[in-house]
């Protein structure tokens, strides 16, 4: 009975099998124009995949579009793609559809490669749409995917192992799970560590690495909890200083050339087995945060069951009123040199080292600095640390005769208050004294009054 259930679970998932779709966003926050380059696509045995040659959200502009590929980026030159042709669409594996978007059905390690998407006959222009398609392992410790081929897990959704928590509990999972093998990466004299550091130069950090965040779910929950989610995958950041004539084989040449790769990936296992055997059981991280929403569960959308409200938003929260022409230097706090900060103003990226805005700009060590501000540098700034909300400022641009002129309206009110308290009783005084001045005695009398003070002035005299 037990193996029938399985049987039709099968049939049903491959039957029922969807292509996941991968897009790039348009507004999406980069801190170095170098990590931007392409798209990591992650993709297990089996899976059937789309890449998109527009931003999400957004359509085809109908312009023709030929797709490339290349296995060892930057060190072979990309080969157009050729698509299947066979008159029975369901028997093409590679395909390119009216919107010129690329599908792989039944991926397969030789699969992997670099997929780049250039306008028909402008090759050489830069390609904003590359995907390093790479094929990741299925690590599961349950026992639930034991007896499942690997080309349905991903419609079973148990796919990987997933640890979920708050902000406090993913540092607890970092500290537990990232930051040993990042010690073993910087010191370990293991073979495999060794050749990583001392013959292809790589610096590898365990990192994780955020996706968007979801709608505000309240439906279900108890008035004023309502939670967001958003998922954290183990990645592993690559440095090469690679810079030897000599070629490389072809997966350790990948790995000299990524600057991020999945914990799991095959390319990792094919150079670095010991290493992957590690990564690879580092379970993914769901991060919840409380939000505002109201649960709407007729609500016909695609956002339909909540109506979204406003994020328990940034950890850190200031507000700044800056005179024209004056300079104002902002770090975002609790991030290092190590750490992907990303600046907006009013939702705009700030891009380090653009000179696009004279009076606005970020520095290499992730500085915000805004100098001889002027009223177009008013409005909300807010910096992100590896996709975490950091901090919102909020800046106020205020002129200096509007300044100066409010300061000394102020300042000549006080000044005022206290002449009307003090010149009335000094006046007064002058008036009490004026008319008792005959009953004050002269200073001969005072000394008749006082004979021992006469004797005591006489004697002083005489000394001098």
């Keep these: 009975m037990r193996n029938l259930s399985l049987l039709i679970i099968l049939i049903m998932g491959i039957q029922s099998q969807e292509n996941r779709i991968n897009c790039r966003d348009k507004d999406r926050t980069v801190s170095k124009p170098e990590e931007d380059l392409l798209e990591l696509v992650n993709s297990i045995q089996g899976e059937n995949i789309t ?6 959200l957004e359509t085809d502009d109908g312009e023709p579009k030929n797709w490339f590929k290349t296995y060892q980026p930057g060190l072979e030159e990309p080969k157009e793609l050729v698509p299947d042709m066979d008159n029975d669409i369901t028997l093409n594996r590679i395909l390119v559809n009216t919107d010129h978007s690329l599908t792989i059905r039944h991926f397969n390690e030789n699969d992997t490669g670099l997929y780049s998407c250039r306008k028909y ?14 094929l990741v392992s299925v690590h599961n410790t349950t026992g639930k995917a034991n007896d499942i081929p690997v080309n349905v897990l991903f419609l079973l959704h148990i796919t990987i192992d997933v640890t979920s ?8 999972y970092h500290d537990e799970n990232l930051s040993p093998i990042n010690v073993l990466f910087d010191t370990s004299m293991g073979t495999e560590y060794l050749k990583a550091r001392d013959e292809l130069k790589l610096s590898m950090e365990a990192m994780t690495r955020w996706s968007k965040w979801g709608p505000c779910d309240a439906c279900g929950r108890p008035k004023g909890e309502a939670i967001r989610k958003r998922t954290g995958e183990c990645r592993i950041k690559l440095r090469s200083a690679f810079n030897e004539t000599r070629a490389l084989p072809r997966d350790e040449a990948v790995l000299s050339k990524l600057d991020q790769i999945s914990c799991r990936s095959a390319t990792l296992e094919n150079v670095f087995p010991g290493m992957s055997n590690l990564t690879k059981i580092v379970p993914d991280f769901v991060l919840k945060e409380s939000c505002e929403a109201v649960c709407e569960p007729d609500k016909d959308s ?8 406003k994020s328990k938003g940034f950890k850190y929260r200031k507000t700044f009123v800056l005179a024209e022409n004056s300079r104002l230097t902002v770090v975002c706090p609790e991030s290092t040199l190590e750490n992907k900060v990303a600046w907006e103003k009013r939702g705009k990226p700030i891009k380090p080292g653009d000179a696009s805005y004279p ?4 520095d290499a060590f992730n500085t915000l600095y805004l100098e001889d501000v002027t009223s177009k540098e008013a ?5 992100q640390v590896d996709d975490i909300k950091m901090q919102r400022i909020k800046v106020f641009v205020v002129t200096k005769s509007r300044f100066f002129t409010g ?14 308290l003090t010149v009335p009783c000094y006046v007064g005084g002058l008036i009490i004294a004026y008319w008792r ?7 001969e009398e005072l000394l008749k009054d006082n004979p021992d003070d006469a004797e005591a002035d006489e004697s002083a005299e005489s000394l001098l």
């Design 437 to 443: 001045r005959k009953t004050f005695k002269s200073y």
């Design 165 to 172: 928590g708050n902000l406090t509990q993913w540092s607890k």
């Design 407 to 420: 300061e000394l309206t102020r300042h000549i009110g006080y000044l005022a208050f206290i002449l009307f």
């Design 379 to 383: 409005g909300n700034y807010t910096c």
């Design 302 to 309: 695609e956002n339909a069951g909540w109506k979204v409200g």
């Design 121 to 134: 006959q402008d090759e050489a222009t830069t390609s904003e749409f590359n995907y390093f398609v790479d």
């Design 359 to 362: 009076h606005m700009y970020v």
């Design 51 to 56: 890449l998109q040659c527009h931003y999400c």
